[in-house]
């Protein structure tokens, strides 16, 4: 089990929204550490989408965004396409573990 | 271009050792600091190891604490992943990762990844 809970899938039509929740604890989200998020593509190096919570890498379009509250963050996708479908992961730092990663979220665009 | 490239993964038997490296090119090594990231078949992303910018400080996972040695050569850019008493659970991906911001650890992720290499343990 990984220690930032993700759902397994989530899926939405092309030019939809979706939304990936990422809960952690107060040992690591909750404790004020930042929350990145990651695009994993079959057979691709992972990708950086979000930094510090809301913050886009120069590269990365603006129908990602990513907002965090509490113990809990969240990864927006806006106007859904077909590139999109690929597995992400958020990731955040823990007072005793170091570095974590969510379980990874896989999506489908339908 | 910013470039990590790792290489020596393989197929070991438990109980053996396996050294992995990671080139790093178009950006100056030493003033960052490197993880070492797995992705077991059919799992999630599991962080491993991390050695600061001076490579003087390294922090592990619990899971390889005590096997794995993380380490560089600034006269070659490589990072290396010093694996003994590898076991089944091993067994994944392992990709190489630059910390975002130059000199900081645990700051704002990973913004440069290699393609990873492959260890299975068998």
């Known amino acids: 089990q990984s220690v930032l809970t993700q759902p397994p899938s989530v899926s939405g039509a092309p030019g939809q929204r979706v939304t990936i929740s990422c809960t952690g604890s107060n040992s690591n989200i909750g404790a004020g550490y930042d929350v990145q998020w990651y695009q994993l593509l079959p057979g691709t190096a992972p990708k950086l989408l979000i930094y510090r919570n809301n913050n886009r890498p120069s590269g990365v379009v603006d129908r990602f965004s990513g907002s965090k509250s509490g113990t809990s963050a969240s990864l927006a996708i806006t106007g859904l396409q077909a590139e999109d479908e690929a597995t992400y992961y958020c990731q955040s730092y823990d007072n005793s573990l170091f570095v974590v990663f969510g379980g990874g979220t896989n999506l489908t665009v339908l | 271009q910013v470039q990590l490239v790792e290489s020596g993964g393989g197929v070991v038997q438990p109980g053996g050792s396996l050294r992995l490296s990671c080139a790093a090119s178009?950006?100056?090594?030493?003033?960052?600091?490197f993880h070492w990231v797995r992705q077991a078949p059919g799992k999630g992303l599991e962080w491993v190891a991390v050695?600061?910018?001076?490579?003087?400080?390294?922090h592990y996972a619990d899971s390889v604490k005590g096997r794995f040695t993380v380490s560089r050569d600034t006269s070659k850019n490589t990072l290396y992943l010093q694996m003994n008493s590898l076991g089944t659970e091993d067994t994944a991906m392992y990709y190489c990762?630059?910390?975002?911001?130059?000199?900081?650890?645990?700051?704002?992720?990973?913004?440069?990844w290699g393609h990873g290499t492959t260890v299975t343990v068998s």
């Open positions: 990762a630059r910390e975002t911001t130059r000199i900081q650890i645990f700051d704002v992720g990973m913004n440069v």
């Open positions: 178009g950006f100056s090594f030493s003033v960052y600091a």
């Open positions: 050695l600061s910018s001076d490579g003087k400080n390294s």
